[in-house]
């Protein structure tokens, strides 16, 4: 991927179903440190967009510009392009073997992304699916055992096993046309649930094992991590805001009204003691003067919310028998997004997942030395994870250029075939 940057600044945006959320910042170099300055951010609600894929074009790109004005305004420069935070819900996770000779004996640069390349080879040039990432998870050179990282050893052929994340091409296409009316160009397109995890998990949760679930208001995007790589990629087509819409139909609230009890009141366990325990909202007291109603408790509460976790739980499941390393690394589950903060959560997944631990991911900055002020304190909150995943994604490629050991796009940038594929079929 051939991420640019003018003047050290980098500006990314995680286009989620309920929330855009952006990031602007400058890096420099001082004293042989990485420094990062956060010179803005932009929390936005969504409009016509639904399981993070567009459905109104119009109000979507609105909802993209104000992110982007807001962030203008705040670092007094016109944001000439983005980094794209991709949504599970248009992503598919794929898992290749790779083969390619090596002509000159000695494995170079070069080789590696000739075989790497391969993964949209496979798909297909014209595919209905546009190749994002291709992370190899291991090599090996002839028959020996598998390596890591086979630059500038000898040998030949050199294969590889590749985890491959595609984006399905109209449904980006439609995404770079929203952008392009914004007159922005797209820097890089970076998966998610990979943003997500650079950002939550540990450098030990990486490569011990480690399953990651980022909850969003409709979907859940899992990734499978081993070895410090991504290895597996998926969604469950649910997510917190269903788990509102339940409260409002249940309680025969507004979905504002929902949304503010699960905030207040929400648990997905219930307790004994729960049926006594009336809930106390302005809004409750206000309907009660106007129209007598049943008092609402917290078992009520409870046993709405607990189904519908449950589901999602159960729905995840599933989703990981997909994967080609479940039973490895469901031991540990890392759960972030903004649905994370729903007290109970942990105990309903851990239940049905049988997972040995959990724990709430918040983004972290390990690796770069971010200034403290204002706009940086935000950075630490769930909601931010994919946001700041894709910050220190963007500084790993513009700095260090190999992070991953390789994760390499093929020739041509998905963003360059984006381009041309809206061309043509905005003239044919």
Known sequence: MMIKSKNGLIV???????????????????????????LGTSFHKSRGIKQGYITDITLAKEALQHVLSDLETQI???????????PASILQSHHFRLRASIPHGQ?????????????????????????????????????????????????????????????????????????????????????????AGMATLTEDERYQGVTLFDIGAHTVAITQWRQGKCSHLGYVPIGGGHITADIAQGLSLSLE?????????GNATVIARDIHQILDLPFLQEESALTPRLPVTQAMLGEIIHPRVEEIAEMALRSLKKSPQEQTTLSRLVITGGGSNLLGIAQVLESVLKTHTIRLGTPNTEGWLFEQSEASNALSLPIYAVAVGLLKFTLYQLVESSYDGGTYETAHSPWERAKQWVRGHLTS
């Open 107 to 195: 494995v170079r640069l070069d080789d590696m992304r000739r075989l790497l390349s391969q993964c949209q080879q496979i798909l297909g040039q014209n595919s209905k699916e546009q190749v994002i990432h291709s992370i190899p998870l291991s090599y090996q050179i002839a028959d020996t055992d598998e390596i890591d990282n086979p630059l500038h050893m000898f040998g030949s052929p050199l294969t590889a096993r590749a985890h491959c994340i595609a984006a399905i091409t109209e449904k980006l296409m439609t995404l770079v046309h929203c952008l392009g009316l914004c007159q922005v160009n797209v820097h890089g397109f970076v998966a998610g649930g990979y943003a």
């Open 76 to 86: 007094h420069e016109r944001i000439e392009g983005v980094v794209i935070g991709l």
């Open 12 to 38: 990314v945006v995680d286009v989620g179903s309920s929330k855009i959320t952006g990031i602007a910042c400058r890096y420099q170099k001082q004293g042989g440190e990485n420094v990062v300055t956060i």
């Open 257 to 265: 009204q929902a949304e503010q009890m699960k905030t207040v009141y």
